[in-house]
């Protein structure tokens, strides 16, 4: 007798699925982050408040200033130490960021670019820090770790327990069109400058429950985290200075002239348009200057994350009222003349028109005022205030790219404010949560502003080309800021373009918005991380997106869905040779039950030529006879009466599942859109098939037809294949 051959069992599963949940992934939830995205009932966060004294040397180019910083610790844990970030420190000669990356000999370069890189001293820009103390003046020990500074305390800081301390510094300020930099200085002919200053300070680093204390150095791209506090700043200047930064101004009859101080007073009340402050005349008397008095400005600033200045003898001031729901805040802008007249008649405007409309999609504008300066070369904020390229040619006229170009960095910075100054996401760690969500938002504020501005980022569309082409072999979304080698898409156009999907096609503008605000509320004055905001996002919309984010954020997978056949079908009452049932449920068999039609396709081997026709029901004698007898003569008038059937298979080369949207053209033109969710391929990854039952006899299909998913191959999109489709970016 043969000996049997053993069963070998089949291999097990591994669970593949692009729409498997996302627990791998994500933090697991506790008590200070829930599982629903919202703050836990251990939730916390540390609070820092500052008291300073600046002084700016302009003739010097050099900051001088002492702060008086008061941390509590509101951790359940004892801090033994406390870190802070010095981040001016990447400007000094000692600075890590040069050393950090791969060079290449250039074949060519200016004289001058050759001189500053091969023989000129580099430019020292670090932070001298004169003394740590006590506020009794006892020195505290600190160490510095190039652009971190730890201070160890003489005991160890409590839960609810606060210590002050004392920092005094200086430093050189850089002019950042040669040096580069988010702040410094830049110089004109008649040897006037017009600085921006930030990371003038030594600032708290954050202590979350997330990581601890924020521990990682300051490269150059990954931005900055910090903890909410109060801020009681005074900053010396020129007396020829007009300056603006974040805070309530304490001092303005001091600091204006009655006649600048009148003007203000008319701008609070004025919400149709900008009223100018400091004239452009009274700004050209100011630039020839240069006086050696003295002016302090006292600013004052409630639960804000940073500090911001900016001052210069060249300014032109201007502001306006803005109502919002629920208050009003003023919509500032400080320009010199090379910026008229273009910034004269737009930027305050748009600055308006960005605090309304993001207050329409999150949360009313809580702070006091937004300011818009003129810095050429720049676009960085801080609390209520940012810096701002753009400007006309020295004749006063501009072309549309430098106009709209102007439009987008000044809502994009503004809109800053709401992320990350508010929405306190962690930008060392994810550029992504605030410049992705942000360029999301600028999107939507462009074309509220002109409907046919020319947007570079947010529609599905600008983005197919990167992804099917320069994100090969890139990192994917969820990586950390200094990782990202193209910041531009990565960063900012490819999270955005996720959103919108979001919004447009996924979840729809209503579930989409609701929860966007939600969010927003959630985590204003907090600190919140990509868990918060994926989990809330599902959490206020009943939407699970683990497929979406996985997919989008998590990987470098593009989008790429086809039309790979069609086939049409005919209702005959004869059945093919060989027919065998097949078998099916209970539910199917008693719905089923009956006489019964068959549907042939056109290539069948039993298909009939005299079958080629519109389907008429009197032609089909079982399905007529049923019909008769189960609905009444009025009943039957009310069914649908199609003529043509087809079985329509979509393939999806792309590795990310996205909803399939199907457009089909009929024979006289009109057209039917069908819109399937993307869970239609959480069974089978590489095709699917539908049927469509229609009146009309179909002439082509398309797949995505207005271009909504970001699918980076559209030469697979149509039936028949359209002439002109193709790849984009190719």
Known sequence: MAQETPRVPAAGHTDTSKFRQMYDLLATPNMYRTASGAPGPAYYQQKADYKMSIELDDKNQKVYGEETVTYTNNAGESLEYLWMQLDQNQQARNSQTPLADSQKMETSMAAAGFSRRFMEEKFDGGFRIEYVTDTKGVALPYTINYTMMRI??????????????????????NNYQLDGGRSGYEAFPDGNKLYVLAQFY??????????????????????????FGDYDVAITVPADHIMEATG???????????????????????????????????????????????????????????????????????????KLQNGTAMAISLYPKEGNPLWGEFSTRIVAHTLKTYSKYTFDYPYPKAISINAQDQGMEYPMICWNFGRPEADGTYSDRVKY???????????????????????RQWTWMDEGLNTFLEYLTEIEWEATFPVDRGPARLIAPYMGGAQTGLEPIMTNSESIRQFGNNAYGKPAAALNILRETVMGRELFDHAFKTYANRWKFKHPTPEDFFRTMEDASAVDLDWFWRGWFYTTDYVDIGVKQVTRYFVSNDAPKNFKAPPVGRRRRLANSGPLVYMLSETSEDFKTELNKPLKIEDVKNLDEFLKSKFSEEERAKLKSPKYFYEITFDKPGGLVMPLLVELTFEDGTTEMH???????????????????TEKLLKSVKVDPKLETADVDVSNNSWPKSADSGVFGK
């Open 248 to 322: 309530d101004l304490q001092n303005r009859s001091e600091v204006f002239t009655a006649e600048q101080l009148k003007r203000y007073q008319l701008a609070e009340k004025t919400f149709d348009k900008p009223v100018v402050v400091v004239t452009q005349e009274e700004a050209i008397a100011a630039e020839k200057g240069f006086s050696n008095q003295k002016k302090t400005w006292r600013f004052k600033a409630t639960n804000v994350r940073d500090f911001g200045i900016s001052t210069s003898r060249k300014f032109i001031y201007d502001a306006m009222a803005v």
């Open 152 to 173: 160890d305390l003489p005991k160890p800081l409590k839960k609810g327990e606060s210590f002050s301390f004392k920092v005094k510094w200086w430093y050189n300020v």
């Open 675 to 693: 819109r399937f969710p993307a869970q239609i391929w959480r069974f089978n990854d590489a095709e699917v098939s539908r049927v469509f039952a």
């Open 202 to 227: 030594p600032r708290m680093a954050v202590y979350s429950d997330v990581e601890g204390w924020q521990n990682m150095q300051f490269w150059g791209s990954g931005e900055f985290a910090l903890p």
């Open 405 to 427: 170009g102007m439009l987008g960095v000044i809502i994009h910075e503004v809109g800053h404010n709401y992320f990350p100054m508010i929405v306190n996401s962690d930008e």
